[in-house]
């Protein structure tokens, strides 16, 4: 399953732009567009390191990049791989988060994820290879000791992308706090870190698009201090075919599109991998399980569902608005 990118766009103010004349760098990585930019000190070289970061992260988790640890784990023929430190804590958080889920979030949905193509000719899978790709779905079944990950079904795949970005963000935060920048705006691909403060006091301010919008309409925006803030929507990838629309938030239990009255789950807190995580499961379970799943979510803050009739529903300490 996959949680890509959504308009995010973090709104600075003209006295902020005065007083720090931040920089920044993009790049495509991770499948999207990934953007880095420091406030305060402007230091070039400290941006650079964190852009590389990003990208030898990707090496690590991608699950298309030949070579990486979920290739290799994927490619393995059922044999145990040892992979980097790094790449056994995602699939370990994964792996609970699967389990707080009861299963509806499942890093096992590679094989079913992969007949999906939302970009060059999108499709609906043959029903034989949903069923094949289905019997593939099972979290439970990848055993993970210390850094050792071996697949108990030869046939089914990784594929990490519900978590990977969120842990990205939350890495390139630290390595920057490290290397003691103040304020940055981090925004992979639509999960977005902010670090530190703003230079003139005031609060981040993030706009979260209105879903389906094609004019680029915000469904409001979110003031906060240093957080990450993440949104899941059905809308983010899609296509039609036969009167039916298709998006790519599948259902493990049914390899379709999920079925919810949640359209979009907006989820800030204190670490982008658990909202990654959170506003996909927000998407797959409803409405009627977010307050429970909510509850005990670490580093939960806040968060906002648009449900199918149009209604915006919110939890926790969340100030989504329009000016």
């Avoid at 023929?77 to 804590?89: F, I, L, M, Q, R």
């Avoid at 902010?194 to 094609?214: C, H, I, N, Q, Y």
């Avoid at 800030?268 to 799943?293: C, I």
């Amino acid at each position: 399953m996959c949680c890509f990118a959504f308009f995010a766009g973090v709104l600075s103010g003209c006295e902020a732009r005065k007083a720090v004349e931040p920089i920044g760098e993009t790049r495509l990585l991770l499948d999207t567009v990934c953007s880095i930019t420091i406030f305060e000190p402007p230091d070039r070289a400290i941006l650079a390191d964190a852009m590389d970061l990003c990208e030898s992260y990707e090496a690590l988790l991608s699950v298309t990049k030949e070579g990486s640890d979920v290739w290799r784990v994927n490619h393995a023929g059922g044999a145990a791989v040892t992979v980097s430190p790094e790449t056994a804590e995602v699939i370990r958080a994964g792996l609970r988060f699967g389990k707080e889920s009861g299963g509806m979030f499942d890093i096992t949905i590679g094989r079913l994820s992969g007949l999906w193509d939302f970009k060059s000719a999108p499709a609906v899978p043959a029903a034989n290879e949903l069923a094949a790709a289905l019997d593939t779905v099972d979290y439970e079944k990848v055993e993970l000791t210390g850094d050792a990950v071996r697949m108990e079904n030869p046939e089914a795949r990784l594929d990490l992308g519900g978590v990977a970005k969120g842990y990205i963000a939350d890495r390139i935060a630290a390595f920057l706090k490290e290397r003691g920048v103040k304020a940055a705006v981090i925004d992979l691909g639509g999960n977005v870190v902010l670090v530190g403060k703003k230079t003139d006091g005031s609060p981040w301010r993030v706009g979260v698009r209105k879903p389906f919008a094609e004019n680029g309409e915000l469904l409001g925006v979110i003031e906060t201090g240093e957080a990450s803030v993440v949104t899941s929507g059905i809308y983010e990838r899609q296509f039609e075919s036969g009167g039916m629309v298709y998006h790519h938030i599948l259902d493990p239990n049914t390899g379709m599109p999920v079925s919810s009255d949640v359209v979009s789950a907006t989820v800030v807190t204190d670490n982008s991998m658990a909202g990654d995580a959170l506003s996909t499961m927000l998407v797959l379970l409803g409405s009627d399980k977010a307050a429970e799943l909510l509850e005990n979510a670490p580093g939960f803050i806040g968060a906002a569902l648009v449900l199918s009739n149009g209604e915006v529903a919110k939890y926790g300490d969340i100030d989504l608005r329009l000016d």
